[in-house]
């Protein structure tokens, strides 16, 4: 089998949930600077019956330790959606996290959260309206109870391997965020 050798100027590793897994792999990697991981789940709960959105806009309450509160958004078919909440995960190990294996599922029994957060700023939410959607699983890099951690862009100067950019902790607002850290990358490590 032919093989397919690539000599970049520059990777990149944004490899989200399995960044710090994937840097330990790296030869030549100074192992103090890399972040420590910690995992909370978000998950979603749809609005079921065919009634349309019950607001016009977005709704974001409060922050909560550990995310932006469960807020209200319409997707683009105009299902509404709440969430996502914070739900965090314990005894992630590295193999873990590099293959993956978490577990996606939204159980049921978190809508008993839901209601009482939601009706906060919709009181008129029916019983039995809310139906589990999907969840995401944040990369983070403070834990409960740790004062919030700002995305890490680490280049070569500071773990070593130049040429070789790690992105840890990239949860939200990294998707919105992602041009403009693309094009700092570019500017501080492209030249
Ligand atoms: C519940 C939830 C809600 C969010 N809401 C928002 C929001 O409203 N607005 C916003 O801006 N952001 C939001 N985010 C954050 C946003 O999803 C992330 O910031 C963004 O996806 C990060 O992009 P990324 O490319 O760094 O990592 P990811 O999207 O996680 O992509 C990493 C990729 O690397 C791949 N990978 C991992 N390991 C390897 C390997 N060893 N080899 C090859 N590939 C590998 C993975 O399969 C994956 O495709 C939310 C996140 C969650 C969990």
Redesign the pocket.
């Known amino acids: 089998m032919q093989q397919l050798e690539l000599i970049p100027n520059l990777v990149v590793n944004?490899?989200?949930?399995?960044a710090q897994a994937?840097t330990k792999r790296f030869h030549g990697i100074n192992h103090r600077v890399i972040p420590p991981s910690h995992y909370a789940r978000?998950c979603y709960f749809m609005l079921s019956g065919s009634r349309g959105p019950p607001f016009d806009h977005l709704v974001y309450p409060i922050p909560e330790e550990g995310g932006l509160g469960v807020h209200f958004t319409v997707d683009l078919t105009g299902q509404v959606k709440f969430?996502?909440d914070v739900e965090w995960i314990d005894g992630v190990d590295d193999i873990s996290s590099?293959l993956?294996r978490f577990d996606y599922v939204v159980n049921p029994k978190r809508a008993e959260k839901f209601y009482p957060e939601i009706r906060k700023y919709y009181p008129e939410l029916k019983d039995e309206s809310l139906e589990p959607g999907y969840?995401?699983?944040?990369?983070k890099l403070s834990g409960p109870k740790q004062p919030p951690a700002d995305f890490v862009i680490q280049g070569g100067e500071s773990h070593g391997v130049h040429g070789l950019v790690n992105?840890f902790g990239?949860?939200?607002?990294?998707?919105?965020?992602?041009l403009a850290i693309a094009e700092h990358i570019a500017t501080r490590f492209l030249k």
Request: aromatic share 8%; hydrophobic share 35%; glycine share 20%.
């Open positions: 944004s490899a989200g949930l399995a994937l978000g969430g996502p590099f993956n969840s995401g699983i944040r990369p992105l990239i949860e939200s607002p990294g998707f919105t965020s992602s």
